[in-house]
Structure formats: C-alpha cells, structure tokens
C-alpha cells in the first residue's frame, strides 16, 4: 500500500510541476519616458535625463526540453524631453541613452543523445 500511495503522489508531483518553466515565450517590453520644463527669468539652469535599459535572453534546449525554441522579443523604447527658457543667460541640457540587447540561443538536439 505505502508503495503504490508514493507511485501516485510522484505521479501527480510530476504532472503538476510547472513545465512551462522552460517553454520560452514571448517577451514584450515597452518603455516611455518624458520630461518637460520651462523656465523664466535668468540664470535658469535646466538638466533632465532618461536612461533607458533592458535586456531579453531566451535559451533553448531542443531534444531535451520539449517546446522551448526561443520565440518572439519585442522592444519598444520611446523617450522625449522637451525645454522652454526664457530670460537671460539660461541653459539647457538634455540627454537620452537608450540600450536593448536580446539574446536567442537554440541548441537544436544537442542535449538529445545524454539525457534519453
């Protein structure tokens, strides 16, 4: 009785482990930025900055794990700034760094033939 009760609770351990762990979907990411000023008078001194990053990395394993060829990346970066000064003697200074890098790495069977 005590194995056949293990056997079960494994089973169902197993059918219930999150498989999707390793399915690679699709990944999204949108980023926006803004920033705007106005300044009046003199000597005004205006900074904005966006720093804008992101990073997408999918690995598959074909042959091993099933359905995890890297799918879809998407990147969506949009920033803006926007300045009024008015006056004498004023300054501006306004800087926009956006970086995306995305990696797909697929090893078609490469694992296959150690784990079977």
Request: aromatic share 20%; proline share 7%; no cysteine.
């Given at each position: 009785m005590k194995k056949s009760t293990f056997g079960i609770l494994a089973t169902a351990a197993l059918v219930l482990s999150p498989v999707a762990a390793f399915a690679q979907q699709a990944q999204t990411n949108i980023q926006k930025a803004s920033n705007s000023a106005a300044a009046i008078g003199n000597g005004n001194t205006i900074f904005q900055n966006i720093d804008q990053t992101n990073f997408q990395n999918q690995f598959g394993a074909d042959g091993y794990f099933p359905s995890t060829d890297p799918q879809e990346q998407v990147s969506v970066q949009?920033?803006?700034n926007a300045a009024a000064a008015?006056?004498?003697f004023n300054t501006i200074f306004?800087?926009?760094d956006q970086s995306n890098v995305q990696n797909?790495?697929?090893v078609n069977g490469y694992f296959a033939?150690?784990?079977h």
């Open positions: 949009d920033a803006s008015v006056g004498n306004q800087n926009v797909q790495y697929d033939p150690y784990f």
